[in-house]
Structures are given as structure tokens and as C-alpha cells.
């Protein structure tokens, strides 16, 4: 069925409407003048009104994008084909208890590495997180950011389109919209635009915390899900520029003149831009502009107000990691295969060649040996990678935050038939918390999703969800192993809350940051 709301400056919206919840679907935040431009924020709607009752068109990118997540999560939902445009794709999903008024708001940015995503895919549906929210006595509103612009419309930059007029971070740049957007409009969906909580996970999640680099307060409230920029920094120019020539070549225009190259770009069919080679770093950049400099643990450390403005607007963060977040990283090791180990071992030769017994320590804590299988290579590289790109970050903002911070550790094991089954693998996090494979856990899965998301609709309420890194220095909740649903854990031994300290000592030798780079480096060799 259908409910019609009478916004005061939209006019009247009809959403979709069931058990007391409604949705907003496809509602547009901004307007693009071309595949490239910058975002307008969308401020006359004439009072005529809209139909929300149908999801819009997603963002370009490879159209088996969803097919793939449901690989990695080992568990599928229905879904329907999904419509793609360059110009008409930013939109938001609102979904709301009915009659709602002055709630907190909950807006979420989807992950798939700066690539692909969308939160029309029906593993994004926030229905039963609202209802649950309600029939808890926690009730928000949720945004959805279904779509921002992803791979080349929204993170291919370089000195020539910069020259042609056309600014990096696309994708970040619908993002600020967005959220300038629910600042606007959202009071007429009964939301409180000072009671907003922004939510990323895994690409969201580090662009979450780049939004922090403003000095413009655009939320008052983070839920960090796996995923930050001191594991997965911004490239600087040249790498952009580097990356803009590789996609060139993918998309054969290298042999046209620039103007005719800038033309195809932002003109051209969008079908090529979805077939773009998964290798091309399209991320975010140093653009002195949306981004103004590159993370770095110091600068977090210092809870430095020169790189993180918004550590000093944004009041509360809740951040965690799963225990085995660098299974999504699985995809990237087939192409060191056969002989992963060597070429792991080589690698760490030259990027940490300033520290010979670095790559011994390493390659022994870890059980990394030259000459082993593939398969178990590949397992032992990427606990590597959980630890290096997101537990010690996320510990590390974590523990340098000057205001109130929570920390999780997420360790259900994903229950689904495939190579993840056991695994607290990357995602599983957000499936429990918006329950839409619920009829799919098993009963331990069950009372941990349950937990988990009362905390974060507490936490998203203003309330406190377990105490704070502040109250109590050495303490995170932990979600599942060791324990069956959650316990708060006070330990200074990572191992109690199911992770590593290896990481660390091995930082003590060379740097987190180092570390780091050297796994970056490993993934960017052929």
C-alpha cells in the first residue's frame, strides 16, 4: 500500500507503506549538468511533489556488482535488474517510521571499493532496522545514499581533467550534497537535523572519516563499520594521474587529442565506463579541496586539528572491524598465484628492504613461508591485511579520539556454506545489523544481531551503548567468539578480544605506517 506525506517544501511525497513503516524510494538530493560535473543540491522542488514508490537508477558501475557481494557474503536475496544512468543516479531511500517527528537520523554510504555498490541492492533495505528501532522504543529515520558516483564518474582525475575544468572526489562530492540535502529536507520526514549519525562501512567507512576533513560541521555523530583511510589512504596526484592514463588505455581513447579523449569521458556510452579494469586505482585523492592531506597515524594520534577538523565538531564515534576483514582482499590474491608466498616474500624485500629482519619477523609471526601452498599462503597474507588495514587503524581512532569513542570487535563467524564459512568475514557486520538475511541465521547469529543492533540504535539515539574508550582505556564489546552474543571485554591483551598484537610489535621495528604501505604495495605488483 501506499501513504502520502505532506512535505512543507516538497509537497506531497507517496511512499511505499507497511506495519506502520514507510519508504521513500528514489528520492534525488542533486543534479549533474554532465557525467563529470560537480553535484547541485537539488533546492526548488516547485511544491508539486513526487511518486516514491520505485528506486531510481543506480550509479555506473559493473553491472554484476551485487551478484559479486552476494559471493562474498555466501547467502543471496531476491532482486530485480537494477536501471544504470550517469546523470539521473543521485538519489536517497528514506525509510521512516509513520507519523514520525523529531527523530534521530541515521544516514548510511554503502561500500565496494569506491567501485561498485548501491543501496538499491536489496541487502541495503533499512525496513527492518527502523521497525526494529521502534519496537525497541529507539525509533530513527534512516537515509539511505543509494547512490554516488562510483569508478571513472566519480574518482578518475588527473592534470588534464582538471585543466578541462572538471574536479576530483565525484563521489565524495554527492556524498557532502547528500548530507547537505537531509540538513535541508529531512524535519519533513520527521527527522532532526541536529541529530544526525552518519554511518559508512568499508569504502563508506573510510570515506566517512575523509568527510571529517571538513571544517563545516556536516554531522553530529559516527558509526565507523570496517574501514578507514590510514588503511586505505587517498592517492596522491601523480598515482591519479598514473591511473588516468591506465584507463585511458582500457577504454582505447589513449590515440585521441585530449579535448576529443575529455569528450568521450563525459559523453561517451556509459556501458564502456562499467567495463573498466578492476585493477585502476579509482579512489579518492589529495586534492587540496575536499581532501586536504593525506591521513596519517601522527595526525590521529594528535587528534591533529590541522588533518581532521571534524574531530572537534563530530561529538561521538563508534568504530569497529571484523576479525577477518581481509577476506576481501581474497580476489586480489589470485593474481600471485602459483607461488604466492615467494612473490609475498619478494615483495616485502623491496618495500621494507631498510629493514631485513622486519620481513623475517613478519613472514614468521604470520607463518608465511616461500615454497608453501597457495591456499594457505593466501589465508595467512590477508590476517595480515585485517590487522594492518583495519584493526590497527581502527584501534588506533579509537584510542586518539578527544571525544566520546566506542570500539567493537566483530567476531560471528559467517554461517553459510563457502570458503568464509567460520570466518568473521568482511560484511558480516552489516548483514546482522539490518537483519535482511535474518531468516537465514542460525539462533547463535540471531542473538547476536540482536545485540549488535541495539547497541548501534542506542548509540545512534544518543545513548551509551557500552561504556566508552575514555571511562575505560583498555576496553571494546565484543560480538560473538569468544563469547556467544556480546560481552564487554577489559584487556590489554589483544588476544582476549580475538585479534593479534603481533602487528604491533612488528610496528615497533618499522611504523604502522610502513606496514601498511608494504601490503600496498604487495596487492599493486603483478
Known amino acids: 500500500m501506499t501513504e502520502t506525506l505532506r512535505h512543507p517544501s516538497i509537497g506531497p511525497i507517496v511512499g511505499k507503506a507497511a506495519d506502520g513503516i514507510v519508504q521513500f524510494l528514489g528520492v534525488k538530493y542533486a543534479s549533474l549538468t554532465d557525467r563529470l560535473a560537480e553535484p547541485r543540491l537539488l533546492s526548488n522542488y516547485n511544491g508539486q511533489g513526487l511518486d516514491a514508490t520505485e528506486i531510481g537508477p543506480q550509479a555506473v558501475s559493473p553491472s554484476n556488482g551485487c551478484d559479486i557481494e552476494f559471493g562474498l557474503i555466501q547467502q543471496r536475496l531476491p532482486r530485480s535488474t537494477f536501471k544504470v544512468s550517469g546523470l539521473h543516479c543521485l538519489h536517497v531511500n528514506i525509510t521512516m517510521p509513520s507519523g514520525s517527528k523529531n527523530l534521530p537520523v541515521l544516514v548510511f554510504i554503502h561500500g565496494g571499493g569506491f567501485a561498485v555498490g548501491s543501496n538499491a541492492w ?52 554527492d556524498q557532502r550534497v547528500a548530507l547537505e540535502w537531509v540538513k535541508h529536507y529531512i524535519r519533513g520526514f520527521g527527522g532532526a537535523e541536529d541529530k544526525i549519525t552518519l554511518m559508512g562501512q568499508s569504502a563508506g567507512a573510510v ?17 565507523v563499520m570496517s574501514g578507514t583511510p590510514l588503511g586505505l589512504p587517498p592517492l596522491s596526484l601523480p598515482i591519479a594521474d598514473a591511473a588516468y592514463s591506465l584507463s585511458l588505455k582500457a577504454l582505447n581513447l589513449h590515440g585521441l587529442s585530449m579535448e576529443d579523449r575529455v569528450k568521450e569521458i563525459v559523453q561517451g556510452q556509459v556501458s564502456n565506463l562499467c567495463g573498466i579494469i578492476p585493477d585502476i586505482p579509482l579512489l579518492p585523492v589529495i586534492d587540496n579541496d575536499v581532501i586536504s592531506q593525506r591521513p596519517t597515524y601522527e595526525g590521529i594520534a594528535q587528534a591533529s586539528e590541522a588533518e581532521f577538523p571534524g574531530m572537534r565538531w563530530c561529538r561521538r564515534i563508534l568504530i569497529g572491524d571484523c576479525q577477518f576483514d581481509g577476506s576481501i582482499f581474497s580476489a586480489a590474491m589470485e593474481k600471485h598465484k602459483p607461488g604466492i608466498a615467494n612473490a ?21 609471526a604470520y607463518d608465511i613461508i616461500p615454497g608453501m601452498p597457495d591456499d594457505t599462503a593466501i589465508r595467512n597474507i590477508l590476517k595480515f591485511a585485517s590487522d ?50 535474518e531468516e537465514y541465521f542460525p539462533p547463535a547469529q540471531r542473538r547476536c544481531a540482536q545485540k549488535f543492533t541495539e547497541h548501534v540504535l542506542a548509540f545512534v539515539n544518543g545513548k551509551e551503548p557500552f561504556p566508552d574508550r575514555q571511562l575505560i582505556k583498555n576496553g571494546a564489546m565484543v560480538y560473538g567468539s569468544p563469547a556467544e552474543t556480546a560481552t564487554f571485554v577489559e584487556s590489554r591483551s589483544a588476544a582476549d578480544f580475538g585479534r593479534r598484537q603481533v602487528v604491533f610489535d612488528l610496528a615497533e621495528e618499522v611504523g604502522l605506517e610502513a606496514l601498511n604501505r608494504s601490503f600496498s604495495e604487495f596487492l599493486s605488483r603483478a
Do not use: M
Open 344 to 364: 609475498f616474500h619478494l615483495s616485502l624485500l623491496q618495500s621494507l628492504s631498510f629493514s631485513l629482519a622486519t620481513v623475517e619477523h613478519l613472514q614468521e
Open 207 to 223: 570515506a566517512s572519516i575523509l568527510h571529517l576533513q571538513s571544517r563545516e560541521s556536516l554531522f553530529q555523530q559516527l558509526v
Open 388 to 437: 594492518i588495514r583495519f584493526y590497527a587503524p581502527t584501534r588506533a581512532i579509537a584510542d586518539s579520539w578527544p571525544g566520546t569513542a566506542y570500539l567493537y570487535h566483530f567476531n560471528e563467524p559467517n554461517p553459510w556454506e563457502g570458503y568464509w564459512k567460520g570466518e568473521a568475514s568482511h560484511n558480516i557486520d552489516v548483514v546482522h545489523l539490518l537483519r535482511n538475511f
Open 122 to 173: 536489496p541487502q541495503y533495505n533499512f525496513t527492518r532496522l527502523v521497525k526494529l528501532s521502534v519496537e525497541l522504543g529507539e525509533p530513527i529515520v534512516a537515509v539511505a545514499v543509494k547512490c554516488y558516483r562510483l569508478g571513472i564518474p566519480g574518482f578518475l582525475t588527473s592534470t588534464e581533467l582538471t585543466a578541462a575544468g572538471y574536479k576530483a572526489n565525484n563521489g565524495l562530492r
